[in-house]
């Protein structure tokens, strides 16, 4: 029971992946989409901090030119950084894009938003067919 406990990150990882996933394949709101994506990014960024901390290990710091032979490797905090800018910049982006759309369109839901475009789109074909 303690091994399936220990790895309580790991199904907190996959539980969320699959929300997120869920909601960005199944849902027609874009915004819930958005929230979808970041959901799913969640996921992925506790993946990596947690494959990145080591039981017993130290911050990699050498003093007085001793070292522990056990420590976390920083690399994964630091990529994680990253990516979380990157994620917050497509959020917003992807943001942007739907208050676009819904200007367009009229609305933020992903089957009326398409048709909406594929009825303008026949118009304007109907239109220049008959110049």
Excluded: C
């Amino acid at each position: 029971m303690s091994e399936i406990l220990g790895l309580f990150n790991y199904w907190v990882f996959v539980l969320l992946m699959v929300i997120g996933f869920y909601a960005v394949i199944a849902k027609p709101n874009l915004i819930k989409k958005l929230l979808g994506l970041s959901i799913f990014q969640a996921a992925v960024f506790l993946l990596f901090i947690s494959m990145g901390k080591v039981d017993g290990g130290t911050a990699p710091i050498i003093q007085n030119g001793n070292w522990d032979a056990v420590f976390s490797n920083p690399l994964p905090q630091v990529l994680i950084l990253t990516a979380i800018v990157v994620g917050i910049s497509t959020l917003a982006l992807g943001l942007a894009i739907v208050v676009r759309i819904k200007e367009a369109y009229g609305t933020i839901e992903e089957i009326d938003a398409i048709a909406s475009g594929e009825a303008t789109q026949l118009q304007q074909d109907s239109g220049e067919s008959k110049q």
